[in-house]
């Protein structure tokens, strides 16, 4: 069950998808580029120690089944202190910028600078509020495969730090995004609800689609804002986990608009600066039911 069957083919050698039916017939080995070999603009890209340390935990990760129990790392002092730094400028502007039921689940989950939170914890805290998973992932997965996971309520997150010499940057998805930007959100199950209607869609996409569902992803659980007495909130993971970025939200000028999952989305911009343009929704309830109604569309190909 470690890994997915291999693709069968039809009579034009065509690969035929297979569906999963379940968590296990997800292949979180699909890891995009090389993991911890990182590239040159990493900022751990000459740290030997840091590089060795990654792949350790991407090690960890690989032997994982669903239903396991989730290893405890044990966090190195630059690993805390990261985690702290990153927590506490974060925290400043939370109260004005983030969301309600983000400042709820914050609450809850009582994060402290000097513990690092383990991920086998907050599995548990979903399991009890949303009944999501999470899976540890040695790095970037496939966007079918990540996708895939969410129709069963499980998020593929990773384990490892990011660079101590960066603590406020990341170019890509590390332990403190996951924790402070998805975790918190995914106990909420009306927005849990329209997380998984993304998932739902993947199941039956094709692979053009798979780029679409990825875009509506992104302006949703990456970047989503969301109307609050008049105010404009963030409830984004890429937003919550970048003070840069939550304040160019309140402050920088950009556009807003209300989220149309059917509508061409806009080109996704990774690494030049924030968002120009954010997606809102009135509420989460809102937003699962507009979801769901599109996800069907989707779910109407299973006959
Ligand atoms: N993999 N581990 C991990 N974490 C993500 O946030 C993630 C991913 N793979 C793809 C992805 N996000 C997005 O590009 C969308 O495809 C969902
Ligand atoms: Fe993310």
Known sequence: ???????????QNEEVRVIPTSIHDIDNGKILGFDHN????????????????????????????PGDEIPRL????????????????????????????FLDAIDKLDFRPDVVPQLQ???????????FAIRPVAGLLHPRDFLNGLAFKTFHSTQYMRHWSQPHYTPEPDLIHEIIGHIPMLTNKYYADMVQQIGLASLYATDKEIWHLTKVYWYTVEFGVVMEDEEIKAFG??????????DH????????????PWAKQPKMSY?????????????FEEGSELLREYSQTFLDRKQ
């Open 1 to 11: 069950l470690a890994r997915a069957a291999p693709p069968l083919e039809n009579e």
């Open 38 to 65: 990182l590239s040159e603009d990493h900022p751990g890209f000459k740290d030997e120690d840091y590089k060795q340390r990654r792949s350790w935990i991407a090690g960890l990760a690989r032997d994982i089944l």
């Open 74 to 101: 044990e966090y190195r002092p630059e690993e805390v202190e990261t985690w702290a730094k990153a927590l506490e400028e974060l925290e400043q502007l939370f109260p004005t910028h983030a969301c309600k039921e």
């Open 121 to 131: 914890d907050v599995h548990q805290v979903l399991q009890e509020t949303s009944g």
């Open 237 to 246: 993971a890429g937003v919550l986990s970048s003070y840069g970025e939550l």
């Open 249 to 260: 939200m309140r402050t920088g000028n950009p556009e807003f608009a209300p989220l149309d």
């Open 271 to 283: 690494k030049d600066g924030f968002q120009k343009k954010y997606f809102v929704l009135n509420s």
